[in-house]
């Protein structure tokens, strides 16, 4: 077992309020996934579990991180490529894995709700016009590696799949992962 966390400084960390901490705490508490200790008013976690080892127990109860997806024409003169990189497109840049012919995007629904209003991309009517694919996130990619979501939360993107290029790429990232 590792240091434990005071759940207060945690929901400051993660921007949640100190209620939605403690809700979140409690799930994970029930999943066995963080052990609780008590100190008066004061709350602290620690994980039993570190790594792959967290991960393994975890990851069955995670869901994929994408809304929705579609495809998009950017104008010229909008730089997509501030957008961090998602689905084949990073998984191409992490493995072997061929490009896919567009580039595959994540944003925000705020963000892409932005920049559809600020007139920087359209939804073609035809997908082989589309310029990328845009995926919508429920949450704000961490970009661990600049450029590209974070490699765990983009596995949790592409499955479940049954494309054995995918499964290669996934197995290629968790072995390469620094847990």
Known sequence: MYESTNVSELAQSFHYSPI???????ELVGLKLVEEERHGRQRRISFPLQGLELWSA?????????????????????????????????????????????ESIAVTKEEWERVVK??????????????????IWKYQPIEVVPGHV???????????TRDERLLEAIDIIMRNMQW
């Open 58 to 102: 975890a990851v069955m109860h995670m869901t994929s991180p994408v809304l929705k997806r579609v495809s998009a024409l950017f104008e010229n003169e909008y730089n997509q490529y501030i957008l961090p990189l998602c689905g084949e497109t990073a998984l191409s840049s992490f493995t072997h894995l061929a490009d896919s012919a567009y």
């Open 118 to 135: 600020d007139g920087h991309c359209t939804i073609p009517k035809i997908k082989e016009d589309a310029t990328a694919f845009v995926e």
């Open 20 to 26: 939605t901490m403690s809700r979140v705490v409690d």
């Open 150 to 160: 974070d490699p765990l939360s983009l596995i949790l993107s592409v499955t479940p």
